[in-house]
């Protein structure tokens, strides 16, 4: 099993949408989350990180549930430019800094 | 302006050669990072430094090795014994703290290498 696991979709959704996606971690020592996106051929870019009690950045919501171990991210209203894929990372803290990454999960706006 | 610079952007790597990917960040960050992608998998992590003259192997470390002598500068050099090179390489770096929880990662643009 890997420990970050996203589906890969593609999730094709209209313009306006609401789309939400799961994330699942199977490492309990992980500690700290984020959201990242990366557009085709390019680096990944921050977009966000998870906190407990849940944050909100704009049209973004993050969500962790750490009982059932999961990691959610939200996008209201989509835009065209939101189309991406969108990256769930894992990190334990306490001195080690390593990151695990999940494969993605691809979304596309259509007009 | 702040930020991470890979270079270069595309490299084309004969058989049996080595190549060495250049990474510097005038972030002053302490940790920076190698990672590997390819098509269809999440980025895997070659290797990683903490701190200047020191690294660490991450999950994929065979084939490639790394050099930390300045807190800026941390390249990667793909020897000939990596067999299957063909990737898009990124290098991050990071914040490193006593309490480090949510201190993200800063990629640099990546460099894609392929084999001739």
């Known amino acids: 099993r890997k420990e970050v696991e996203q589906d890969p979709g593609p999730f094709n959704v209209p313009e306006g949408a609401t789309v939400a996606f799961n994330c699942t971690y199977s490492?309990?020592?992980?500690?700290?989350f984020f959201w990242y996106r990366q557009d085709c051929r390019k680096e990944p870019k921050l977009l966000m990180s998870?906190?407990?009690s849940g944050n909100e950045d704009g049209r973004f919501t993050a969500q962790l549930n750490r009982a059932s171990q999961y990691i959610s991210l939200l996008i209201r209203d989509s835009k065209l430019s939101d189309s991406a894929t969108y990256l769930c990372?894992?990190?334990?803290?306490?001195?080690?800094?390593?990151?695990?990454f999940g494969t993605g999960t691809r979304l596309t706006i259509i007009p | 302006d702040g930020g991470i610079t890979q270079s270069p952007k595309y490299l084309f790597r004969k058989e049996g050669q080595n190549v060495t990917l250049s990474c510097e960040q005038n972030?002053?960050?302490?940790?920076m990072y190698w990672y590997r992608q390819d098509p269809g998998q999440g980025l895997r992590l070659i290797y990683y430094s903490q701190i200047v003259n020191d690294f660490q192997k991450g999950d994929i470390a065979e084939g490639y090795s790394v050099s930390r002598e300045k807190k800026e500068s941390f390249p990667l050099t793909v020897t000939s014994a990596q067999k299957n090179p063909t990737a898009f390489y990124l290098c991050?770096?990071?914040?490193?703290?006593?309490?480090?929880?949510?201190?993200?990662?800063?990629f640099g643009d990546g460099t894609r290498l392929s084999i001739l």
């Open positions: 991050a770096s990071s914040i490193r703290t006593v309490s480090s929880s949510n201190q993200p990662q800063h």
């Open positions: 990372v894992a990190k334990r803290d306490f001195g080690n800094e390593k990151l695990t």
């Open positions: 998870v906190y407990s």
């Open positions: 972030l002053n960050h302490d940790a």
């Open positions: 490492n309990s020592a992980s500690q700290s």
